[in-house]
């Protein structure tokens, strides 16, 4: 079994910085893609980034190429988002996934295992 637990939410101005961290616990990370996904109130669940464990390349959505990264440590067993120049429409739950296998997938239907979130708000 795999615990994922989410880290480092807040509210914060435009423009502003926040670092999301994923831990996980019972499994490693090795051998799996991990990717963030976030959630406003009344949207559907979207693709952030992710990272294959094996490899370390990364992927990223439109939305967030160039402001946000993804990066891994794997003697911390842990999955990081630093974001950047954060905008109000970047306010969301976040959430740290493991993927069904050694990739990424942009679906959420592609990740078995998910944390329960942490809060981002971003006032204008």
């Known amino acids: 079994q795999v615990q994922l637990v989410e880290s480092g939410g807040g509210l914060v101005q435009a423009g502003g910085s926040l670092r999301l961290s994923c831990a996980a616990s019972?499994?490693?990370?090795?051998?799996?893609?991990m990717g963030w996904f976030r959630q406003a109130p009344g949207k559907e669940r979207e693709f952030v980034a992710a990272?294959?464990?094996?490899?370390?390349?990364?992927h990223y959505a439109d939305s967030v190429k160039g402001r946000f990264t993804i990066s891994g440590d794997n003697a911390k067993n842990a999955v990081y988002l630093q974001m950047n120049s954060l905008k109000p429409e970047d306010t969301a739950m976040y959430y740290c996934?493991?993927?069904?296998?050694?990739?990424?997938?942009?679906?959420?239907?592609?990740?078995?295992?998910w944390g329960q979130g942490t809060q981002v708000t971003v006032s204008s």
């Open positions: 996934a493991r993927s069904t296998s050694n990739y990424w997938y942009l679906s959420p239907i592609r990740y078995d295992y």
């Open positions: 019972g499994r490693t990370f090795s051998g799996y893609g």
């Open positions: 990272i294959r464990w094996s490899g370390g390349t990364t």
